[in-house]
């Protein structure tokens, strides 16, 4: 809305549409909010006018509460309806020429929320390209085990890869990925051959680990606290594996 891209007004006032009459037809009693949204956002587009920055914030505030609630609706909540009349409010007063009105505390926990799912995101794509990498140079060495020079980058993406996941807290993926440091800094050594790694599974656990890592990375994005509880590190084996026993884990 502050761009000052005029041309957009005519779209986003169709998509803000779609927006509050959804809204409605799932929670009825946040109608004050439809209202003054479809409101607000008309009369933008008809004057062709940026907003000011108070009243686009408004407008930020209440878009990112709406997508937050939206994730886990729960109609019944008095929170919801409580909420959506206090951005209503805001939104009035500021389309009014009201002075800027501080964050309140839960508004502030919404940002925070937002911020951190954005840099989960990021975290998680970074993961997503490192597995890719360790994934390839692994194969390559598989097929050609006599070519160590594939597995050059292997260390620094292994030792890239336990960073992130001791940042996010998975410690015991973290600990599968110093094994698998291990195994391939043995695979690095001159003497070790096709023969002696085969016989002593390092293929098949690094295989797995890889595997055990590539579910994990994809359980990051949809259900981050289950991730923590349900992945655990097999000492014994060297392998990171799902504890099917862990509350609401995977079937």
Sequence with gaps: MTSGDLTRFKTMNDQFSLVTDSLVKLHPPSEPLARVLARVIDTTARSGQVPGPELALEVATAVLYLEAAFDDLDPSDPQLTARTARLAERLDAAQAGGPSQPLEPWME????????????????????????????????????????????????????????????????????????????????????????LRAAGTFDCLGNNLGALSFLIDMLNYQPALAKKVFVYDAIKGELKADRDAEGGPA
Excluded: C, I, W
């Design 109 to 196: 926990e919404l940002y925070r929320r937002v911020s951190d799912k954005q840099t989960m995101a990021s975290l998680v794509g970074e993961l997503r390209v490192t597995l890719g990498g360790l994934e390839k140079s692994l194969d390559n060495f598989s097929r050609a085990p006599q070519d160590k020079t594939v597995l050059s980058a292997v260390p620094r993406e292994l030792a890239q890869m336990r960073g992130v996941l001791s940042l996010l807290g998975l410690d015991q993926a973290a600990l599968a990925v110093v094994h698998m440091r291990e195994l391939v800094d043995h695979m690095l050594q001159a003497d070790t051959d096709e023969q002696q």
